[in-house]
């Protein structure tokens, strides 16, 4: 069997790997139009500022690995271009040499993740405006990260916005987040968005909100930015508006997508395209809260996606059953934990909800180094099952978001959130932990 992956991080090799591990006599061949494989690029904005010493500790396993050790057919420099359904072939084109090349399969994974948006504002290809994905990104924002380089400005106020706000902080530069909504970190509710606000402020990162960054300007490099309301000079720029499925060169194909580009799979990881699979960000992630297919491109369901499609792909049966919408930031000295549905989601699907929310000490107050987490809960109104939660502060939002996921997978009742026996001890917890203690302070029990 002849498998191809177009593709070579997280949800590709996930599934390179499990093929592998599956079917003794497969023939894996990787193309990536990169350099680098199998690599964390959720580890990159702490490679940024330095937390994490060298790039290449972010990197699992190398291209060399690949072919030396599992015998994986893995080209670099090689881009994908476009499909013969028919006959079953991948077109590409080896960049090295310019010449286009075809690759038949038998089996097809698409991994071909998502690409950062890079909007068509004037000034966008002046020096020193950067994009970051990837490890050469990263490689070419350090280098450009000279001493004169004092003042960044980053543009959108995303999670990836947020961890770089905070990464250039701790390299000592003057911060600027541009955000063109009323508030930053828009997957939370306003007033929890408020806490990680104050937090920049108390950081002496400045936030911006309400603008809309228009061009940029400078004679050999930026130097400044302009919104529709004012003008910034700045030594550096860095975008963070969102990020693109990278589907462009299947559009001829036919192979149905979510409206941004996502291609749509079934529990199998299976496109519409017989023997073509798809994971990862470049995928649909079915979310069992919307009860609908969704685009919630992270690491952790890239990994997931990629090794069901692997397992499916050689023979094996295994059904991805859905995402929560869990995701965790760090941001300065607070941990900004969320899933399920913001207010703004379930307001937008019609759900009718209730909200509780409650600010309770991480562990029992007798006990030093206790902290304040902010909770919030969204549950159904009728059935009262959870619909989501947020809950942000410096210490133990990790493991209650982590708790409130499970709960929304297991289709809980915020109820039945008081019957769950969570670990207490003084150091750790209260006797009632703060998600139980927001069920009880609200009186539905
Ligand atoms: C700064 C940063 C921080 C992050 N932090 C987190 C986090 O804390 N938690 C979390 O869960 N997620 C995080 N993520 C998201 C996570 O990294 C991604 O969801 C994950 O890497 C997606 O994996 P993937 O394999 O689907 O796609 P990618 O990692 O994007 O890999 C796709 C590969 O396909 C290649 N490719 C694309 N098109 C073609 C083509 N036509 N031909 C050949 N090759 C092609 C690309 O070069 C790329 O190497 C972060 C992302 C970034 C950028």
């Known amino acids: 069997m002849q498998y191809v992956i177009i593709g070579g991080v997280a949800a590709g090799m996930s599934a ?198 228009q061009s940029f300007s400078g004679t050999d490099k930026v130097e400044e930015v302009r919104t529709d309301k004012a003008s910034y000079q700045t030594d550096l720029v860095l975008l963070a508006i969102g990020v693109s499925p990278n589907t462009d060169f299947l559009k001829k194909t036919g192979i149905h997508m979510l409206r941004n580009g996502a291609l749509i799979v079934n529990s199998y990881q299976e496109t519409s395209i017989s023997n073509i699979y798809a994971a990862g960000d470049c995928a649909s992630h079915y979310n069992r809260v919307k009860k609908m297919n969704d685009h919630v491109p992270l690491g952790t369901t890239s990994n997931k996606q990629g090794r069901i499609a692997g397992a499916n792909m050689a023979g094996h049966t295994m059904t991805f059953n859905g995402i929560v919408g869990t995701s965790i930031i760090k941001f300065c000295d607070l941990t900004l934990g969320r899933t399920g549905l913001s207010e703004k989601e379930a307001k937008a699907l019609n759900l009718p909800y209730e909200v509780m929310a409650s600010e309770a000490r991480t562990h029992a107050g007798y006990y030093p180094g206790s902290e304040e987490l902010h909770l919030k809960l969204l549950y159904h109104k009728e059935t009262h099952k959870l619909l989501g939660g947020q809950i942000i502060g410096k210490k133990g939002v990790d493991k209650r978001i982590d708790v409130l996921a499970t709960a929304l997978y297991a289709g809980l009742t915020t109820p039945q959130l008081l019957d769950l026996d969570l670990g207490y001890a003084p150091p750790y917890n209260g006797v009632w932990d703060p998600i139980q203690q927001m069920v009880r302070k609200s009186g539905l029990v």
């Open 16 to 213: 390179a790997m499990e093929i592998y591990r599956t079917d003794d006599s497969a023939k894996i061949t990787v193309l990536e139009r990169g350099e680098d494989y199998s690599y964390g690029q959720c580890g990159l904005p702490y490679v940024v500022n330095g937390v994490i010493p060298s790039i290449d500790k972010v990197v699992a396993r190398t291209v060399e690995q690949f072919r030396d050790k599992y015998g994986i057919d893995a080209r670099i420099k090689t881009t994908v271009t476009g499909l013969d359904i028919e006959k079953q072939e991948v077109e590409a084109l080896d960049l090295e040499t310019e010449k286009p090349l075809r690759v038949p399969y038998d089996r097809l994974l698409i991994a071909t993740g998502s690409d950062p948006i890079v909007p068509n504002w004037e000034g966008i290809g002046l020096p020193g405006i950067h994009a970051f994905k990837t490890m050469t990104d990263t490689k070419k924002l350090m280098e450009d990260l000279t001493d004169d380089k004092k003042d960044v400005t980053i543009v959108g106020g995303g999670y990836i916005g947020l961890e770089m706000a905070e990464s250039f902080n701790t390299r000592g530069l003057k911060v600027r987040l541009i955000q063109r909504e009323p508030q930053v970190a828009e997957i939370f509710d306003p007033e929890m968005a408020k806490f990680i606000q104050n937090e920049a402020e108390r950081q002496g990162i400045e936030i911006i909100l309400n603008e809309s960054v």
